[in-house]
Nanobody, 123 residues
Framework: QVQLVESGGGLVQAGGSLRLSCAASGRTFSSVTMAWFRQAPGNEREFVAAINWNGGNTYYADSVKGRFTISRDNAKNTVYLQMNSLKPEDTAVYIC????????????????WGQGTQVTVSS
């Protein structure tokens, strides 16, 4: 079992930056793939980024590539999402997820989910 708690969301102007954190507890954090998804009102949950168990491999959605960076600190049981050059279309609830297999962008592959943190980008 893995429990996930996100933090770091908020209101930011277009072009600004935010760093999200996801603290994990429970099962051995360092053995799981971690990912960020996002969901805007009326939209389906959308993959943002994923990172493998040791941070050696990452995978990004085309819409955030070059602007967002996912990283993890296994000593702190935490995964991060650094978001730069934010756009109004990045506005969504950002949700942390975990699963025991490899990098994947499909939400149904992820077994554990956090509650999410709201990110709002004003124009």
């Amino acid at each position: 079992q893995v429990q996930l708690v996100e933090s770091g969301g908020g209101l930011v102007q277009a072009g600004g930056s935010l760093r999200l954190s996801c603290a994990a507890s429970g099962r051995t954090f360092s053995s799981v793939t971690m990912a960020w998804f996002r969901q805007a009102p009326g939209n389906e949950r959308e993959f943002v980024a994923a990172i493998n168990w040791n941070g050696g491999n990452t995978y990004y959605a085309d819409s955030v590539k070059g602007r967002f960076t996912i990283s993890r600190d296994n000593a702190k049981n935490t995964v991060y999402l650094q978001m730069n050059s934010l756009k109004p279309e990045d506005t969504a609830v950002y949700i942390c997820a975990a699963q025991a297999r490899g990098l994947d962008s499909k939400a149904y592959e992820y077994r554990y989910w956090g509650q999410g943190t709201q990110v709002t980008v004003s124009s």
